[in-house]
């Protein structure tokens, strides 16, 4: 045993073995991605050097960076090696963008298979596919609707993660997306997941193309380990923190960031 514990350790000392391991760790426990968009603001900002955890949602079937072409073919056609659990309503999740798969998108999972989702004057609506008694249980009696003798949940998140924002400069137009301020009731398909970003009004989602499939999902991201602005300006109080840290204690969210800024994918 220890004589093969030391060949291992030879092996792994060579660019071979390097390359081998750093491949491993991509493919199956964790990948580096930089936020290049203002679609997340003000939780994940524009400069974000973040690791994923690709282990979160079972394992998806590993790309060759760069290139993002498959290591192996989708036999069970789901997208995964080993399936796993599901995106859960609230979680930040890493995915394949529907309309072109190469590229990584990262948003938050609003509703899943089965609940039904509106948007009226900018504010979300989720009646979760459980139903009323779920609702009652599980959400703040202030943020509960009734809508033609069923119960909602008005803007579901916004109390648990003050980083969601809606754009007081957006304003009802002919240039302005009737998505952002009206999107009529919908059910989201089984085993898919409705994603938007918390730069609610700047963000390219599932309001325009859609819900994303489990096969397209990614991961979930993990902790940022460096973090700068557009002015190369270290941001030193996010390196290191977990997402989770980030998204819930409002010490960091920055009022200060403009929402403005916004395409909508992360590389």
């Known amino acids: 045993m220890k004589e093969k514990l030391k060949k291992l350790y030879e092996f792994s000392n060579t660019w071979t073995g390097t390359i081998i391991i750093v491949l491993l760790v991509i493919f199956f426990v964790a990948q580096a991605f930089v936020i290049p968009s203002g679609s997340m603001k003000r939780t994940l900002l524009i400069g974000d050097h973040l690791f994923v955890k690709k282990f979160a949602y079972g394992i998806p079937i590993p790309h060759i960076p760069w290139i993002e072409v498959p290591v192996f073919p989708d036999i069970f056609g789901n997208g995964h090696l080993i399936e796993g659990e599901k995106p859960k309503r609230g979680d930040i999740v890493v995915f394949r963008y529907p309309n072109n798969p190469s590229i990584h998108y990262v948003k938050r999972c609003v509703a899943v298979g089965g609940d039904y989702i509106a948007v009226h004057k900018k504010d979300l609506y989720l009646r979760p596919h459980e139903g009323d008694e ?64 918390d730069n609610r009004d700047h963000s390219n989602d599932s309001r325009f193309w859609g819900p994303v499939p489990y096969r397209l999902i990614v991961g979930k991201p993990w902790f940022v380990y460096f973090s700068w602005d557009k002015n190369y300006k270290i941001r030193w109080n996010r390196i290191g923190r977990l997402v989770d840290t980030l998204q819930k204690d409002p010490k960091f969210i920055d009022k200060s960031v403009p929402l403005s800024e916004a395409v909508h994918e992360i590389n």
């Open 134 to 197: 779920y609702i009652k249980k599980h959400y703040d009696k202030r943020d509960i609707v009734e809508i033609e003798g069923k119960l909602w949940v008005k803007n579901p998140y916004r109390r648990i993660y003050p980083g969601i924002q809606n754009d007081p400069a957006v304003k009802f137009g002919a240039l302005v997306p009737l998505e952002i301020f009206e999107f009529p009731p919908y059910r989201v398909p089984d085993g898919e997941f409705f994603m938007m970003g």
